[in-house]
């Protein structure tokens, strides 16, 4: 719940910077942007979370439905909802993304999330154990540190600058993000073993008793 609250506050600072508004501070767009490091501190403070409560559940023996229903729903909050506003029109300049990431990348990374979604809540209904494998938490490591980065970034470096790295981590974090489905589809396209048919009653057989 901590992580969905500084996800909001998050949310608010992106929303409110343009390259204007920073370019009339007194700062300027070349020094520190107050909003965008407070953006990316806060984005760090809730990434950390993440950890904390998967240890805390673990020592106090407080697994629940509830939490793990809510903890990777609290990621994706976090972690989408900084990629839609990074990839919209306030962070672009001259048509170009100044954040790195694009409005098709964030598709990608959206259609990934509810594809693995949905395969991991087929595999719970049926009996099956689909908590995040190494895939799953090498992407949430990754995005955790880029988008918090590209923020970074922003609030310290010129544009010029800062765009180019961001573009990097933009793809660097698109291509592990869509590859890290792949465990997830492959365990679900692998035929699931049936029970062998009952042999059928011939006339005038006798059933047996077992």
């Known amino acids: 719940m901590v992580r969905l609250g500084l996800s909001a506050a998050i949310f608010a600072a992106l929303a409110r910077w343009s390259p204007d508004t920073a370019a009339d501070s007194n700062s300027g767009i070349d020094g520190p942007d107050p909003t965008l490091l407070a953006a990316a501190a806060l984005f760090v ?3 950390l979370t ?4 998967g240890y805390l559940a673990r020592k106090w023996n407080a697994i629940t439905r509830f939490g793990r229903v809510m903890d990777p729903f609290a990621d994706k909050v976090l972690v989408l909802g900084a990629l839609v506003l990074l990839a919209g029109p306030a962070f672009s300049v001259e048509g170009r993304s100044i954040a790195g990431f694009t409005g ?3 598709v990608l990374i959206l259609a990934r999330e509810l594809l693995v979604t949905s395969l991991r809540g087929l595999a719970e209904a049926g009996g099956t154990d689909a908590s995040a494998n190494w895939a799953g938490k ?3 490591i990754l995005q955790s540190v880029a988008v918090p980065g590209v923020i970074l970034l922003l609030g310290t470096l010129p544009i010029d600058r800062a765009t180019p790295i ?5 793809w660097a974090t698109t291509i592990v993000t ?3 489905a792949w465990p997830y589809i492959a365990n679900a396209i692998r035929p699931t073993p049936s029970a062998d ?13 077992t």
Do not use: Y
């Not at 993440?50 to 409560?53: S, V, Y």
């Open 45 to 47: 403070v809730a990434a």
């Open 50 to 53: 993440d950890a904390a409560d």
């Open 104 to 106: 098709w990348m964030v």
């Open 138 to 140: 090498a992407k949430m």
């Open 166 to 170: 961001n573009a990097g981590l933009a």
């Open 178 to 180: 869509v590859f890290s």
């Open 197 to 209: 048919p009952q042999p059928a009653h011939r006339a005038g057989d006798e059933p047996t008793e």
